[in-house]
């Protein structure tokens, strides 16, 4: 490609991730959940549900992430999932996770380990 290019006077310039801030934190976020099926927030008041506007045990945004939260996937890996299935994701996951956490529904892994998914 690069003597092709060369041949048709084309600059041809190394391609350079342009990885948002977002992006290098979500590739930090390994969770994994503590619950099996879908999450409930029923033992907590509304006012108390944070970045949580609706139920999250109705299928959405939010159950679908929930079941990739393995332990093994980052939550980068996690959000392209979701994309495949959902037109629109309209949650931090960063932020959800996060609650979930402090909910103890789920933990975060220490130092993930780095071994292929079977999507």
């Given at each position: 490609m690069r003597l092709w290019a060369g041949h048709a006077g084309v600059k041809v310039e190394p391609w350079v991730s342009q990885e948002t801030l977002w992006e290098?934190?979500?590739a930090k976020v390994v969770p994994?959940?503590?619950i099996v099926g879908t999450v409930t927030l029923d033992?907590?008041?509304y006012e108390?549900?944070?970045v949580v506007k609706k139920s999250p045990r109705w299928?959405?945004?939010e159950t679908a992430a929930l079941w990739w939260a393995d332990g093994r996937r980052n939550l980068l890996e996690i959000r392209d999932l979701l994309q495949q299935e959902f037109d629109e994701i309209k949650i931090d996951l960063i932020q959800y996770f996060r609650f979930l956490r402090k909910i103890n529904r789920i933990e975060f892994e220490e130092k993930p380990e780095r071994r292929p998914c079977n999507y």
């Amino acid at each position: 490609m690069r003597l092709w290019a060369g041949h048709a006077g084309v600059k041809v310039e190394p391609w350079v991730s342009q990885e948002t801030l977002w992006e290098r934190e979500a590739a930090k976020v390994v969770p994994r959940r503590l619950i099996v099926g879908t999450v409930t927030l029923d033992d907590l008041p509304y006012e108390e549900w944070e970045v949580v506007k609706k139920s999250p045990r109705w299928w959405g945004v939010e159950t679908a992430a929930l079941w990739w939260a393995d332990g093994r996937r980052n939550l980068l890996e996690i959000r392209d999932l979701l994309q495949q299935e959902f037109d629109e994701i309209k949650i931090d996951l960063i932020q959800y996770f996060r609650f979930l956490r402090k909910i103890n529904r789920i933990e975060f892994e220490e130092k993930p380990e780095r071994r292929p998914c079977n999507y």
